[in-house]
T-cell receptor
Framework: SQTIHQWPATLVQPVGSPLSLECTVE??????LYWYRQAAGRGLQLLFY??????ISSEVPQNLSASRPQDRQFILSSKKLLLSDSGFYLC???????????FGPGTRLTVL | GDSVTQMEGPVTLSEEAFLTINCTYT??????LFWYVQYPGEGLQLLLK?????DKGSNKGFEATYRKETTSFHLEKGSVQVSDSAVYFC????????????FGTGTQLKVEL
């Protein structure tokens, strides 16, 4: 069976510090991968998605970047965090042939 | 572009009450439709889905029917429980590349004894 991991689960960072959130998927090959942000009391905003190693599509201009160094690894980064980067970050995967997405447990990021 | 509109929350119900959460969509083509549920502090879980018009998705007592004529996918449950308290998201699949989903803003449900 497939599983998706995210870490860390929670993170408190000062403004201006760097960020690295990691997501890994087990039990499948060549998945599509997605990063979402969920601000408090709001819906999900798609930030990035990837259909293969090294292939990243950005959905909104922002202070964040994403990378996919391995088939089942997706990393969300920032060089300098802003207060507005606070939120709940969710990683998801989907089979190439399907459209049903499976979500990880999320990372709660607080920027102070 | 594609969009999903959900009824505003929060919705507060007594246990065993009937639940309806409205969802309508705008899309080109024939998207698949989904309901996801998010329990406090957790990621999203797929609740049910429908891939074509008139399909009914169902799971854990929840149901939703894909209505092409009214572009709707309303979520229903005949008798809610306290454990159903969560945020519910309606979503549709993107017909373009990347299998992207477009989500509604979510509806918070609180069920009380």
């Amino acid at each position: 069976s497939q599983t998706i991991h995210q870490w860390p689960a929670t993170l408190v960072q000062p403004v201006g510090s760097p960020l690295s959130l990691e997501c890994t998927v087990e039990g499948t090959s060549n998945p599509n991968l997605y990063w979402y942000r969920q601000a408090a009391g709001r819906g999900l905003q798609l930030l990035f998605y990837s259909v293969g190693i090294g292939q990243i599509s950005s959905e909104v201009p922002q202070n964040l970047s994403a990378s996919r160094p391995q088939d089942r690894q997706f990393i969300l980064s920032s060089k300098k965090l802003l207060l507005s980067d606070s939120g709940f970050y969710l990683c998801a995967w989907c089979r190439t042939s399907g459209n049903e997405q499976f979500f990880g447990p999320g990372t709660r990021l607080t920027v102070l | 572009g594609d969009s999903v509109t959900q009824m505003e929350g929060p919705v507060t119900l007594s246990e065993e009450a009937f639940l309806t959460i409205n969802c309508t969509y705008t899309a080109t083509g024939y998207p698949s439709l989904f309901w996801y549920v998010q329990y406090p502090g957790e990621g999203l879980q797929l609740l049910l889905k429908a891939t074509k018009a008139d399909d009914k998705g169902s799971n854990k007592g929840f149901e939703a029917t894909y209505r092409k004529e009214t572009t709707s996918f309303h979520l229903e449950k005949g008798s809610v429980q306290v454990s159903d308290s969560a945020v519910y998201f309606c979503a549709l699949s993107d017909q373009g590349g990347g299998n992207k989903l477009t989500f509604g803003t979510g509806t918070q449900l609180k069920v009380e004894l």
